[in-house]
T-cell receptor
Framework: KAGVTQTPRYLIKTRGQQVTLSCSPI?????VSWYQQTPGQGLQFLFE???????NKGNFPGRFSGRQFSNSRSEMNVSTLELGDSALYLC?????????????FGDGTRLSIL | GENVEQHPSTLSVQEGDSAVIKCTYS??????FPWYKQELGKRPQLIID?????GEKKDQRIAVTLNKTAKHFSLHITETQPEDSAVYFC?????????????FGKGTKLSVIP
């Protein structure tokens, strides 16, 4: 089975721009979660999608948004980029997002803001 | 919300020795505790997990123990090898607004010295 695929792997943007990141989950997985990883804050939960619905959201500003398509692929969008948004953005998929289901991560998208 | 503390932040061991990483969590409702290994520039990889109805789980050189009363769990790596060098993250699965999410510790950088 193919793993979680994230595109692009690297992005360089400037302040004020917006960006869209993509995540394709493992085949058959319907839950997709997004995390931000930075050296200072570690891995922080952004949001989780299941059946095209956002079920859970972390403590991030409204500039961070996402969506999920009927094939379970997910995108996240960050608008009005700030320097502090520079991070590795990881998505993880699980079968249905239940409490004890393993989450499997993609390689991430490294976003750099100039 | 859930808070996961992880210690130590860095750990150096001689090849062949054992390594122990400890985590504590705050939410007594947490029921699932995965451990991830992240090598430099790579995705977090699930290496072992434990559910709340189990006190200990072992997989070859890796073992995890859970003490629900004290709210702590630990990762034990025996007979360490240079390829065990990586950053290890513990996590606890807790209920968010509409589903479950992983709350991560800040990570432990393990260096195995040949």
């Amino acid at each position: 089975k193919a793993g979680v695929t994230q595109t692009p792997r690297y992005l360089i943007k400037t302040r004020g721009q917006q960006v869209t990141l993509s995540c394709s989950p493992i085949s058959g997985h319907r839950s997709v979660s997004w995390y931000q990883q930075t050296p200072g804050q570690g891995l922080q939960f952004l949001f989780e999608y299941f059946s095209e619905t956002q079920r859970n959201k972390g403590n991030f500003p409204g500039r961070f948004s996402g969506r999920q398509f009927s094939n379970s692929r997910s995108e996240m969008n960050v608008s009005t980029l700030e320097l502090g948004d520079s991070a590795l953005y990881l998505c993880a998929s699980s079968e249905s997002g239940q409490i004890d289901q393993p989450q499997h991560f993609g390689d991430g998208t490294r976003l750099s803001i100039l | 919300g859930e808070n996961v503390e992880q210690h130590p932040s860095t750990l150096s061991v001689q090849e062949g020795d054992s390594a122990v990483i400890k985590c504590t969590y705050s939410d007594s409702a947490s029921n699932y505790f995965p451990w991830y290994k992240q090598e430099l520039g790579k995705r977090p990889q699930l290496i072992i997990d434990i559910r709340s109805n189990v006190g200990e789980k072992k997989d070859q050189r890796i073992a995890v123990t859970l003490n629900k009363t004290a709210k702590h769990f630990s990762l034990h790596i025996t007979e360490t090898q240079p390829e065990d060098s990586a950053v290890y993250f513990c996590a606890a699965s807790t209920r968010g607004a509409g589903s479950y999410q992983l709350t991560f510790g800040k990570g432990t950088k393990l260096s195995v010295i040949p």
